[in-house]
T-cell receptor
Framework: DVKVTQSSRYLVKRTGEKVFLECVQD?????MFWYRQDPGLGLRLIYF???????EKGDIPEGYSVSREKKERFSLILESASTNQTSMYLC????????????FGNGTRLTVT | AQKITQTQPGMFVQEKEAVTLDCTYD???????LFWYKQPSSGEMIFLIY??????QNATEGRYSLNFQKARKSANLVISASQLGDSAMYFC???????????FGKGTSLLVTP
């Protein structure tokens, strides 16, 4: 089974802090994604990556950056955390085929105070 | 841009009955993929079923089937013989290209009652 591991289940940070959310997958997938999930808004795409050192902006990239130095690891960075970034963050990976589902990690619930 | 609409914020169904969760989409692409995910209260996203835009048969996976009507741009999920464990949020999603990111709807909360 594909396993996508997010380093923290719960995280509390202060406004202005630099925050790193880590995600590792063990299936040699090319594609990795970061979403945030908020009640009533569904999942919204922040950034994605199709290869090492490659990144693309999603629908809501403002206030975030990403890093993919190794194929299995995709990090989401909040340069200066703000309270409106309090949310559930979901990492996912997939193979590059139409019928390939995204495999999700268990999520990181981030609270910014 | 693709858009997914799930018009039912919440649904109730009695155990052992069938339930249909609605999903409509808007796209100008000829090729695309449609997915349904389940998210129980534990928060994990569980892949349920996939339908390709060129698939002639409706997809089925156990108690899940996808009622795909391409001309109407709808991809409704049908759950047969509901179980208490089916209580969860359900998300419809689509992708315009192989391996591309999924666009998600806002979800439908399903509650199965005894």
């Amino acid at each position: 089974d594909v396993k996508v591991t997010q380093s923290s289940r719960y995280l509390v940070k202060r406004t202005g802090e630099k925050v790193f959310l880590e995600c590792v997958q063990d299936m040699d997938h090319e594609n990795m994604f970061w979403y945030r999930q908020d009640p009533g808004l569904g999942l919204r795409l922040i950034y994605f990556s199709y290869d090492v050192k490659m990144k693309e902006k999603g629908d809501i990239p403002e206030g975030y950056s990403v890093s993919r130095e190794k194929k299995e690891r995709f990090s989401l960075i909040l340069e200066s955390a703000s309270t409106n970034q309090t949310s559930m963050y979901l990492c996912a990976s997939s193979q590059g085929e139409y019928n390939s589902p995204l495999h999700f990690g268990n999520g990181t619930r981030l609270t910014v105070t | 841009a693709q858009k997914i609409t799930q018009t039912q914020p919440g649904m109730f169904v009695q155990e052992k009955e069938a339930v249909t969760l609605d999903c409509t989409y808007d796209t100008s692409d000829q090729s695309y993929g449609l997915f349904w995910y389940k998210q129980p209260s534990s928060g994990e996203m569980i892949f349920l079923i996939y339908q390709g835009s060129y698939d002639e048969q409706n997809a089925t996976e156990g108690r899940y089937s996808l009622n795909f009507q391409k001309a109407r741009k709808s991809a409704n999920l049908v759950i047969s013989a509901s179980q208490l464990g089916d209580s969860a949020m359900y998300f419809c999603a689509m992708t315009p290209a192989p391996g591309y990111a999924l666009n998600f709807g806002k979800g439908t909360s399903l509650l199965v009652t005894p």
